[in-house]
């Protein structure tokens, strides 16, 4: 089984704080996202990346960051966290082999709230 | 660029009762396209998949859809709802041209009524 693992659930953050959020998959996927869920509002996909070190913006990038270093490992950056960045952040992965048709596979999810 | 729209944030059946969540889709190139189920506290798990192979296509847990391209469809049904089916529901779809990526709908939450 594909696993997707996010180094918190819950996490509370200070105005201007720098914030990270880490994402670690194990089935050597080529794929990662990170996605932002708010109620009504679907999934939004903040960030891609396709490869080491790749990474493409996704709908709605601003104010964040992300670094690949590793290709298990996709981390998500809050450069200077604001209350409008309060909301449940989903990682994801798929294996990038079929592409348009690859299956993502999520991790639970880091709820952050920004005071 | 493609987009999917689910009908009904809310839907409320009865245990035992069909379970219809509708999606519609809009793309210039043909679509393949997803459904995602979200349990309480839980991230997306995939549900079904529709990648031109059938029109109908079954999913875990009694779920499928059918693929209608004349209606730029892809509802989600299961012909007798279980309490355990509460969640909340994701359309999705991804185009070659935006090849690796999907783009979600608002999602639809299912309530199960004892």
Redo the contacts between chains.
């Keep these: 089984d594909v696993k997707?693992t996010q180094s918190s659930r819950y996490l509370v953050k200070r105005t201007g704080e720098k914030v990270f959020l880490e994402c670690v998959q194990d089935m050597d996927h080529e794929?990662m996202?990170w996605?932002r869920q708010d109620p009504?509002?679907?999934?939004?996909?903040i960030y891609?990346s396709?490869d080491v070190k790749m990474k493409e913006k996704?709908d709605i990038p601003e104010g964040y960051s992300v670094s690949r270093e590793k290709k298990e490992r996709f981390s998500l950056i809050l450069e200077s966290a604001s209350t409008n960045q309060t909301s449940m952040y989903?990682c994801?992965s798929?294996s990038?082999l079929a592409?348009?048709?690859?299956?993502?596979?999520?991790?639970?999810?880091t709820r952050l709230t920004v005071l | 660029a493609q987009s999917v729209t689910q009908l009904g944030s809310h839907v409320s059946v009865s245990e035992g009762a069909l379970v219809l969540l509708r999606c519609n889709y809009s793309s210039s190139v043909p679509p393949y396209l997803f459904w995602y189920v979200q349990y309480p506290n839980q991230g997306l798990q995939l549900l079904l998949k529709y990648t031109s192979a059938a029109t109908l296509v079954k999913g875990i847990n009694g779920f499928e859809a059918e693929f209608k391209k004349s209606e730029t469809s892809f509802h989600l049904t299961k012909p007798s709802a279980h309490m355990s089916d509460a969640a909340e529901y994701f359309c999705a779809v991804s185009v070659p041209t935006n090849a690796g990526k999907s783009t979600f709908g608002d999602g639809t939450t299912l309530t199960v009524k004892p």
Excluded: K
């Design positions: 997707v794929n996202f996605y009504g509002l679907g999934l939004r996909l891609f396709y996704g989903l994801a798929s990038g592409a348009v048709t690859d299956t993502q596979y999520f991790g639970p999810g």
